[in-house]
C-alpha cells in the first residue's frame, strides 16, 4: 500500500495534545483494555497506525475515532506513555474544523489564538443590539424587582411581541441556526464519507421512519443512560459530572420553551401570567435544580480534568479547557444574574446579565466547532455503527 503522510494532519494532532503518539509501537495494549474495543473491529489501535502515518482521510471518516469516550484506561495501561485517548480526542478536534463552515469560523474557534475574537464577536454584536434598542439604562430597584431582565433592551406597546424577546431574538436565533446548519452540513458529509469508506449501498436504505426508530432513537437512549460511559474504568467519575450536565442542560432548555410559551403566548391571553417566574414556580424550580446541576458537573469535570493533567495521563488543550470555561460562563453568569434580582441589585445585575448574554450566544455560535459539538457528531457515531451492522449495510 503506497502511504502519502500528510505532514500539516500530523502537526496538528501533536498541537492539540497528541503529541505522544510516536511513542506507539503497536502492542495493542490499548485495544485489549478498552471496554468500548470490538472483536474485528479494534479501537485505539488502529487510529493510532493511522494516525502516525499521516492518513487524515481514514481519521475523519472513521466512527470508531467518535466512540472512544476518553476515559483514560488505554493511557493508564500503555507501556509506552503513547496517550491513545489524547491522540484520539486531538483526532476529533480536527474533525470538527474539517467539517466546520464556514471555514474562517471554524479555524478560528481551533486554538486559543482566537478567543480574543471569539469573545469580542458576541460582545460587540450584544452592545450594538443594546445600543440600538433604546433600552441602555440601568432601572430603579422597585422596576428591577418587578421586571427583572425582561425589558433588558426596553418596552414597545405592542403587546402581541415583547421588544425584549424581538432583539434577543434578534442575535440568539441566527447564532443557534448558524450552528445548527453548520452541524448539520458536517454530519452529512461526515455520514456519506464514512459510508464511501465502509463501501456501502447507497441505493438500499430504511424508511425516515424506520431510521428514526431503528437507528437514531436507540442511539439517543444508550447516550441519555450513559451506558458505555458507565463501561470506563480509569477515569469512571467523570460520569458523576457529564450525566449531570447532559441533564442540566436538557432541563435549561424546558424552562427555556416553558418561559417563551408563558410570556408571548399565554401572556397575550392572561396578562398577568408576564413578569419573570415566582420561586414557588414548578418550572422556576426545574431552572434553579438544573443550575446546580449544571455548576456540580461542571465543577466534576473541571476537578477531574485538572487531576488527569498533574498525574500526566492528559495534555491541558485549549480544545478541553474551552468548554469548560463556556459552560461555566454560562451557569455561573446565570445564577448570579438571579442572585443579584433578589439582592436588589441593578447595575450588578444588568452587567452580569450582559455577560450571560454573550455567554450563551458563544455556546450556539461555536456549538459544531468546540468540544460540544460532540453532541452531534457521537450522536452520529453511535447511529452510523448500528447502521453498518444491518442489513441495509451489508446488502450490496
Known amino acids: ?33 478498552c471496554p468500548l474495543s470490538k472483536d474485528g473491529k479494534p479501537f485505539p489501535r488502529k487510529e493510532m497506525i493511522w494516525a502516525g ?25 500503555c507501556p509506552r506513555g503513547a496517550k491513545p485517548g489524547d491522540v484520539l480526542s486531538a483526532i476529533r478536534s480536527y474533525a470538527y474544523t474539517f467539517y466546520g463552515w ?9 486554538s486559543a489564538k482566537g478567543l480574543p475574537m471569539m469573545i469580542g464577536i458576541p460582545v460587540v454584536v450584544i452592545f450594538f443590539m443594546w445600543l440600538i434598542s433604546g433600552g441602555m439604562h440601568i432601572p430603579n430597584k422597585e422596576f428591577f424587582a418587578e ?115 408563558k410570556n408571548d403566548v399565554l401572556g397575550l391571553i392572561w396578562p398577568s401570567l408576564h413578569g419573570p417566574l415566582p420561586l414557588t414556580d414548578p418550572f ?20 477531574n480534568r485538572k487531576k488527569m493533567e498533574t498525574e500526566m495521563s492528559a495534555q491541558a488543550t485549549f ?4 468548554l469548560i470555561w463556556e459552560i461555566t460562563a454560562v451557569g455561573v453568569t446565570g445564577i448570579a444574574a438571579e442572585l443579584l434580582r433578589w439582592a436588589g441589585m441593578p447595575v450588578l445585575g444588568y452587567i452580569v446579565y450582559f455577560l450571560h448574554l454573550v455567554s450563551v450566544m458563544m455556546l450556539f455560535l461555536y456549538l459544531p466547532y468546540t468540544k460540544l459539538a460532540h453532541l452531534l457528531y457521537r450522536t452520529t457515531a453511535y447511529t452510523f455503527e448500528k447502521y453498518r451492522e444491518s442489513i441495509f449495510a451489508q446488502n450490496k
Not at 53 to 77: E, I, Q, R, S, Y
Request: hydrophobic residues 45%; proline residues 4%; neutral net charge.
Open 53 to 77: 502515518w499521516g492518513m487524515k482521510d481514514k481519521l475523519v471518516t472513521d466512527p470508531d475515532v467518535f466512540l472512544c469516550h476518553h476515559c483514560g484506561d488505554c493511557t493508564a495501561n
Open 102 to 110: 464556514p471555514q474562517p469560523l471554524a479555524k478560528l474557534a481551533s
Open 284 to 303: 422556576k424550580l426545574l431552572a434553579n435544580v438544573s443550575a446546580i446541576a449544571l455548576i456540580f458537573g461542571i465543577a466534576v469535570l473541571w476537578s
Open 147 to 261: 421586571h427583572g431582565y425582561q425589558q433588558f433592551f426596553g418596552h414597545w406597546d405592542f403587546k402581541w411581541y415583547a421588544k425584549n424577546i424581538f432583539f434577543i431574538v434578534a442575535f440568539m436565533v441566527p447564532s443557534l441556526g448558524l450552528g445548527l446548519f453548520s452541524g448539520i452540513m458536517g454530519i452529512s458529509k461526515m455520514w456519506k464519507a464514512m459510508s464511501e469508506q465502509a463501501d456501502m449501498n447507497p441505493q438500499y436504505r430504511p424508511s425516515v421512519g424506520q431510521f428514526v426508530t431503528d437507528f437514531i432513537w436507540p442511539s439517543l437512549v444508550e447516550i441519555i443512560k450513559h451506558s458505555r460511559f458507565n463501561e470506563c474504568g480509569t477515569h469512571l467519575n467523570r460520569v458523576r459530572g457529564h450525566l449531570p450536565l447532559m441533564l442540566a442542560f436538557i432541563g435549561l432548555f424546558i424552562v427555556t420553551c416553558w418561559s417563551l410559551l
Open 319 to 322: 480544545y478541553d479547557w474551552f
Open 1 to 33: 500500500m503506497n502511504v502519502q503522510p500528510d505532514l500539516d494532519f500530523i502537526r496538528t494532532l501533536k498541537e492539540a495534545g497528541g503529541d505522544t503518539l510516536k511513542k506507539c509501537y503497536q502492542c495493542a495494549t490499548c485495544s485489549v483494555m
